[in-house]
């Protein structure tokens, strides 16, 4: 019933892009922060884009000016347009969301449900070659 769904993912040469799409079913985004993760390989998992109500959106300085969040209130979906992709963008991207609105952990450990940030996706691969 409740879940997100990511796919858009691929592989890219240095330089390109990609539009990554998550839907949403069971909840809409009313009261909700929605946002991407993402994981690599013997690193955490961090928050690479964030949405929610009116608080904006947020991104960390490594994809600032390179990443795009949106959303689409209507299709119950959020978007992560990727630009200028470099190779250590290359990992598993996850939807995640936040039904309670206490806003998004910008690091942990693993990308898995923690406190109120309980919803995830399965991940979609990103490959980035140089």
């Known amino acids: 019933e409740v879940q997100v769904v990511e796919s858009g993912g691929g592989s890219v040469q240095a330089g390109g892009s990609l539009r990554l799409s998550c839907i949403a079913s069971?909840?809409?985004?009313?009261?909700?922060?929605m946002g991407w993760y993402r994981q690599a390989p013997g690193n955490d998992c961090e928050l690479v884009a964030s949405i929610g109500g009116d608080v904006g959106v947020y991104y960390p300085q490594s994809v600032k000016g390179r990443f795009t969040i949106s959303q689409d209130n209507a299709k119950n979906m959020i978007y992560l347009q990727m630009n200028a992709l470099k190779p250590e963008d290359t990992a598993i991207y996850y939807c995640?969301?936040?039904?309670?609105?206490?806003?998004?952990?910008?690091?942990?450990?693993?990308?898995?449900?923690?406190?109120?940030?309980?919803?995830w996706g399965q991940g979609t691969q990103v490959t980035v070659s140089s």
């Open positions: 069971g909840f809409t985004f009313a009261g909700t922060d």
């Open positions: 995640a969301a936040d039904r309670e609105a206490l806003g998004l952990v910008a690091r942990m450990r693993q990308c898995q449900p923690y406190r109120s940030l309980e919803v």
